[in-house]
Nanobody
Framework: QVQLVESGGGLVQAGGSLRVSCVAS?????????LGWFRQAPGKQRELVAL???????RYADSVKTRFTISRDNSKKTVFLQMNSLKPEDTAIYYC?????????WGQGTQVTVSS
């Protein structure tokens, strides 16, 4: 099994920055897996924010690609999401995601709130 634990969410003013982190643990939490972040705002469907492959290739939602950066530290089985120039519409629960051996895993989520 794999466990994903997020940290780093919080309250920030518009224009500010936050970094969220996610640590993977468990017998299958190897470094050669796809990792990413999704988010879900109240009343909306969960949506992709960013993905990073084991080789470091990245993919972003259009709404964040000039403001957010996803990265990973394979030695620590950790994925990061640096969020800059935050907007109120970025307010959501941010979920860590891992694709391991074809199965999807999710963290419990961390709340990010951006005040205007």
């Amino acid at each position: 099994q794999v466990q994903l634990v997020e940290s780093g969410g919080g309250l920030v003013q518009a224009g500010g920055s936050l970094r969220v982190s996610c640590v993977a643990s468990g017998s299958n939490a190897a470094s050669n897996n796809g990792l990413g972040w999704f988010r879900q705002a109240p009343g909306k469907q969960r949506e992709l924010v960013a993905l990073i492959s084991s080789a470091g290739a990245t993919r972003y939602a259009d709404s964040v690609k000039t403001r957010f950066t996803i990265s990973r530290d394979n030695s620590k089985k950790t994925v990061f999401l640096q969020m800059n120039s935050l907007k109120p519409e970025d307010t959501a629960i941010y979920y860590c995601y891992a694709n391991i051996l074809g199965s999807s895993y999710w963290g419990q989520g961390t709340q990010v709130t951006v005040s205007s």
